[in-house]
């Protein structure tokens, strides 16, 4: 075996094997190489956008999955849609985090790098995602290149990644690829996914199957010529380089689906009856419509492209209105522009589905990044008093099954259901349990036998506020809806004691709602010094961070809302059993000991200014708007520092 | 707004259509407009067209926007069902239902600033889509409920009650149907309801968008000395472009016609739309030769009226998308697309 040449912007010594985590077990021997057990192992594919990395993680991802691996990808989006070659703003592919226990959350630093060239991955530690000894198989065609300028670049990158303990092994990927393809960038990511499979061990059947299915709509050829890209990266591995990682699979058998979310609420809206959805083209929402796209063509329903975000809630609530419950798919600022449409649904009480993936704002604001900043808009966006109800799901299972909820709570409470997704989730992907469909899911179609004599369209139960839906079409049921106050005929009515009744109705029906659900559960003890309250897609990582803290003997646990409006009940009484509560959220709040901050002017957290409004408890918050996921170690050492627990994290 | 209950007195000499109803049955509340309102016109011409398609008042769905011209649909078919929506937005309101249920006769109300300004992209994407819904836009040039601003489509010169005179060009209605490709576009005055009932009648049986836009002076704010959207004015300047009939399916000939005058023009149904009365040199099937007329009309002064355009051979939103023809709102969930099955072997491509 060949060992291969070190690369290094410093004059460190050389190490002789690919670097284990601090938590992996001893290394041993198989077939001359160092193989690292490890429990948990975080990968990244990254070239210039256009090269494949994308799809080479997708693939290495999902055969991971398959193999029992617990999962969590994310996707590395440039920061433009055309960057030139080469460059750090063209950064792209694709980041895993391989486990040997569910995975749910993208995790800290990354391990170990495959870069097609020196500026990608310049992008990538000048991010911070690497961590401080992360392995680097880096494309070397570069360092020896015609050019002078790149050879420029190439030393004054290996200068700035000095910096750091990476250690970088030289691959020659162009060399290898050439020997197969005529155009090595065509081929470069089959290469890497080659390497990365005997660095792991992933199955080859299970890759030959993924690639096939990935070219399925193309030439046989291609997929051949793909798989023989495979091959030689795999053999070139097994060559040249000296370790071996194996992490486990989990021991959990049971027949599991692997999606992101995008993917999850697509199909879960199909388990759901949706098959009306109606969207307008923005980030990081369009990908649901992709895959509904391509369901819808092969099985049926109803994709409708409106002209504008406005158009688009106007189409899905006719649907709704005509008997239909159908749903429209959005990002922030398309929520801003969906405003008016909200209220005259809320307030005609027209069923209503709509998914907002949260991306960072306000404005355009960050387009593919993950932000939790469009609560306060979500809950209160509206003019005028609108209740209406408002949830978001952790993780990526629970996008499929957000939609089936949803569904259902709009039609029997006649309201507009609002699930707040984000960009974090749209793109991840993670195995989760494959659903088992039910015809209930799907609801029947409405009734439209003739309404009895002298029912009214809103017959608001003195109670609960609810009322029974007619349908146009359904003899003697007919009524005019309007935006405008109306009584129980649905005609106009400016009378006082109508609008305080209609409104109460209204607003009845999220107490109602609320009535059903049950206290969060607490992750940890139900009670102690330090709570830690979540909403959305950072469960995962928050979970992961108490649990390391735990693991040190604080006393901290963690509870996490799925229902945002209206709030599940018991929090009060919850709170009070913790010394201290804070949340934790990807959103902007400013620091207490920053200047000009004050207790009174202090903007907290979306969630924390809810939470101290409904409970009356000084709820505390950290929030962080870093264009990116939260890392379970940044929340471990808040925790720490909550608790003043002094020194680092281990 | 409060409503007025019509006393519903039934006469047994009133003439009752197919289904045994009377105009009568076709009506709304009693009117909160101003007296001499065009729209009341408009609504008159509306239960006249309901009445003798033999409608069933259940199976139609009105909608409309926000302005006076919103206000219509309470006075007109009271048996249907209606939503009174948001300003400018009643087109996709309608694009939604008719996708949930295509068997609904759907008929849209809205006024130039509902449809010209607030809503123009929605009225645009609706003609694009070939709604199949009968669009009527009450045009006065003016904002009625909040005292008589211009609209988008007043024109050069022509002067508010104030006594300001509007200098912007107006948007106009039938020639931005016509270049958007609409395939049914019209335009009626509400003081001709002999001219506008068939109008109706052909643009409810039209499958796809029937756009007909109807000069409908507003008697406060828009009907003086110097306003060309006034009924004097309009009564000056209007010129019965094409007359036309509609001849609905399995209804006899009343009318004698002279062999060569007249033109007849099969819709989907078997219904037919006489041409009376066309100038040399125009086909109504042409959409640039009705542009260039009624441009060429316009620019001398006259208001062209008639059933300006009609192209039955379009594909209406559902014919376009291959949609099934029970309405989605019909289907169970055994058969709901993709249905359970389907969806394990969906799910079962994602392990």
Redesign the interface.
């Known amino acids: 075996m060949t060992t291969p040449t070190e690369t290094r912007g410093d004059a460190a010594p050389a190490k002789a094997t690919g670097r284990p985590r601090a938590d992996a077990q001893a290394g041993r021997e198989a077939d001359g190489k160092i193989v690292h057990r490890l429990d948990q192992h975080i990968v990244e594919i990254v070239s210039d956008s256009g090269e494949g990395a994308q799809t080479c993680g997708k693939i290495f991802g999902t055969v991971s999955a398959r193999m029992g691996n617990g999962v969590w990808t994310v996707e590395i989006i440039p920061a433009e849609i055309e960057p030139p070659a080469r460059s750090p703003a063209g950064a792209s592919g694709n980041r895993i985090r391989l486990g040997s226990r569910e995975v749910t959350n993208w995790g800290d630093y990354t391990n170990l790098v495959i870069a097609f060239n020196e500026q990608v991955l310049l992008a990538r530690h000048r991010a911070g995602a690497l961590a401080p000894d992360a392995t680097i198989l880096l494309e070397d065609m570069w360092k020896r290149h015609d050019d002078p300028d790149i050879l420029d670049q190439w030393s004054a990158a290996m200068e700035e990644l000095g910096s750091a303990d990476y250690r970088i092994i030289p691959v020659p990927m162009e060399k290898e690829c050439l020997e197969v393809v005529d155009d090595a960038r065509r081929g470069k990511n089959m290469f890497a996914l080659g390497v990365l499979s005997a660095i792991y061990g992933r199955d080859r059947e299970l890759l030959e199957g993924a690639i096939a299915r990935r070219f399925a709509k193309k030439d046989d050829e291609i997929t051949r010529r793909n798989v023989e890209l495979l091959d030689r990266g795999m053999r070139w591995a097994e060559g040249h380089l000296d370790f071996q990682i194996e992490v486990p699979p989990t021991s959990d058998a049971s027949a599991k689906v692997v999606m992101n979310g995008n993917q999850a609420i697509a199909l879960g809206a199909i388990a759901a009856g949706l098959e009306l959805a109606s969207m307008y083209p923005i980030t990081p929402a369009s990908s649901v419509s992709h895959y509904l796209a391509e369901i819808f063509q092969d099985y049926g329903g109803i994709l409708h492209q409106a002209e504008d975000e406005i158009a688009a809630a106007g189409v899905a609530i006719g649907a709704s209105f005509s008997g239909k419950t159908a749903f429209t798919i959005t990002s922030g600022p398309g929520m801003a522009l969906k405003t008016e449409f909200l209220g005259l649904a809320i307030m005609t009480e027209t069923p209503l589905v709509v998914v907002d993936v949260q991306r960072g704002g306000p404005s355009t604001g960050l387009p593919t990044r993950v932000e939790q900043s469009d609560l306060l808009a979500a809950l209160f966006g509206q003019p005028g008093d609108a209740p209406h109800v408002v949830l978001a799901p952790a993780t990526i299972e629970e996008c499929f099954h957000s939609m089936v909820l949803a569904r259902r709570i709009a039609e029997t409470f006649r309201t507009v259901v609002i699930v707040l997704s984000d960009a974090n989730l749209a793109t991840g992907v993670q195995p989760f349990p494959r659903p088992e469909p039910r015809a209930e899911w799907q609801g029947s179609p409405p009734d439209q036998g003739a309404v009895p004599d002298g029912a009214r369209p809103y017959e608001w139960d003195p109670r609960t506020g609810l009322s029974t839906r007619f349908i146009p079409g359904q003899e003697g049921g007919q009524f005019t809806a309007t935006g405008l106050a109306h009584d129980e005929e649905s005609h106009v009515a400016y009378d006082p004691q109508v609008n305080q009744r209609s409104s109460r109705a209204r607003s009845r029906k999220l107490a109602v709602l609320q009535s059903t659900l049950t206290p969060p559960p607490i992750y940890g003890e139900g009670s102690g010094d330090l709570l830690v309250v979540g909403w959305g897609s950072t469960k995962g990582a928050i979970e992961e961070a108490v649990e390391r803290a735990r693991a040190e003997g604080l006393s901290v646990s963690s509870t996490h809302l799925t229902f945002l409006s209206p709030l599940p009940p018991g929090l009060t009484e919850m709170f009070g059993r913790f010394g201290r509560v804070m949340t934790v959220e990807i959103n902007y709040s400013d620091e207490p000991d920053d200047p000009f901050i004050t207790p009174e002017n202090r903007r907290r957290g979306q969630l924390a200014w809810l939470l101290r409004a409904q409970t009356l408890v000084d709820v505390d918050c950290w929030t962080r708007v870093m264009a990116e996921p939260l890392r379970p170690g940044s929340i471990h050492e808040v925790i720490r520092d909550r608790l003043a627990v002094t020194g680092g994290v281990a | ?3 007025i209950e019509k006393p519903r007195v039934h006469h047994p000499a009133l003439e009752q259509n197919e289904l045994g109803l009377t105009r009568r049955d076709y009506e709304g509340r009693m009117s909160t407009l101003c007296a001499g309102c065009g729209h009341d016109s408009v609504t008159a011409a509306i239960i006249e067209t309901f009445w003798k398609l033999s409608v069933p ?3 139609v ?3 409309s926007g926000i302005g006076c011209s919103a206000k219509t ?2 006075y007109f078919v ?9 300003h400018g ?1 009643m ?11 295509r ?2 006769v759907y008929i849209g109300i809205s006024g130039d600033g509902d449809s010209l300004s607030i809503g123009l ?2 009225l ?2 609706a003609i694009r889509r070939n709604v199949d819904m009968l669009y009527v836009l009450e045009n006065n040039g003016v904002y009625g409920l909040t005292k008589g601003q211009f609209s988008a489509s007043a024109d050069v010169g022509s002067v508010a009650k104030t006594g300001e005179v509007n200098r912007q060009r107006p948007i106009d209605p039938v020639l931005l149907a016509l270049s958007l490709g609409a395939s049914f576009v019209a335009r009626g005055f509400s003081g001709d309801k002999a001219q506008l009932v068939p109008i109706l009648e052909a643009g409810l049986r039209h499958r796809g968008l029937a756009l007909v836009d109807v000069i409908s002076p507003c008697v406060t704010f828009n009907d003086h000395e110097g306003s060309t959207k006034s009924y004097r004015y309009t009564r000056e300047h209007e010129v019965e472009a094409v007359e036309a009939d509609f001849v609905p399916l399995r209804r006899e000939l009343t009318a004698e016609y002279e062999a060569g005058d007249v033109r007849e023009v099969a819709m989907h149904d078997g219904s037919v739309v006489r041409f009376r009365k066309v100038p040399a040199h125009y086909d109504p099937t042409d959409r640039d030769a009705a542009y260039a007329y009624v441009r060429g009309r316009q620019e001398a002064g006259e208001v062209p009226t008639g059933l300006l355009h009609l192209d039955p051979t379009g594909q209406d939103m559902h014919r376009a ?1 291959g ?2 023809e029970t309405p ?7 058969a ?5 099955d ?3 072997e ?3 491509a ?2």
């Open positions: 707004m409060t409503h008042p259940h199976r769905a009105k909608l649909p309470t009271k048996e249907a069902h209606g939503f009174n929506a948001v937005r087109p996709s309101l309608v694009t939604g239902g008719n996708a949930a249920n068997d609904l992209g929605q645009c994407h998308l949609t099934v989605l709102v019909d289907l169970p969930f055994e709901l697309c993709p249905g359970r389907k969806l394990a969906i799910l079962a994602f392990r």
